[in-house]
C-alpha cells in the first residue's frame, strides 16, 4: 500500500514563499515519477510541476513557471514543492501524486497514488 503525506500550507501574503514537502509511504519510492497538481475552488485540478523518478528533468504549468522549483530526495522518501513569488490566484489545495509511468506525463489520470492535499491561501 502507498500513502502520501503533504504538509507546509497555510495562509500567506502575496508575494511571499511556502514550502510543500511531500512524503511516501510503501512502494519503492525512486521508481515514481512525482508531480504536484493543485484544485482551486470551484475549478478543476490542474498539473503544477512534475520530476522524474532521478530528479534531473522537471516540467512546469507555463503559470507557475520561474516561480515554482520542485525536488525531491530518494533517501528521503520526500518530493518538495518550493513555491516564490505567491499570488491570489494560487490559492488552492496542492496534491502530491506519484506515478510507475516511465514517460513524462502531465496527464492527471495517469497518477496512480494521490495524497489528501494541503490547502494554500495567499492573501492579497
Known amino acids: 500500500q502507498v500513502s502520501l503525506v503533504e504538509s507546509g500550507g497555510g495562509l500567506v501574503q502575496a508575494g511571499d514563499s511556502l514550502i510543500l514537502s511531500c512524503e511516501v509511504f510503501?512502494?519503492?519510492?525512486?521508481?515514481?515519477?512525482m508531480a504536484w497538481i493543485r484544485q482551486a475552488s470551484g475549478k478543476e485540478r490542474e498539473f503544477v510541476a512534475g520530476?522524474?523518478?532521478?530528479?534531473?528533468?522537471?516540467v512546469y504549468a507555463d503559470s507557475v513557471e520561474g516561480r515554482f522549483i520542485i525536488s525531491r530526495d530518494n533517501s528521503k522518501n520526500m518530493v518538495i514543492l518550493q513555491l516564490n513569488s505567491l499570488m491570489p490566484e494560487d490559492t488552492a489545495v496542492y496534491y502530491c501524486?506519484?506515478?510507475?509511468?516511465?514517460?513524462?506525463?502531465?496527464?492527471?489520470?495517469?497518477?496512480?497514488?494521490w495524497g489528501q492535499g494541503t490547502q494554500v491561501t495567499v492573501s492579497s
Open positions: 501524486a506519484a506515478t510507475q509511468q516511465f514517460d513524462p506525463t502531465t496527464a492527471l489520470s495517469d497518477y496512480q497514488y
Open positions: 510503501g512502494g519503492t519510492f525512486r521508481k515514481y515519477r
Open positions: 520530476i522524474s523518478r532521478g530528479g534531473l528533468t522537471t
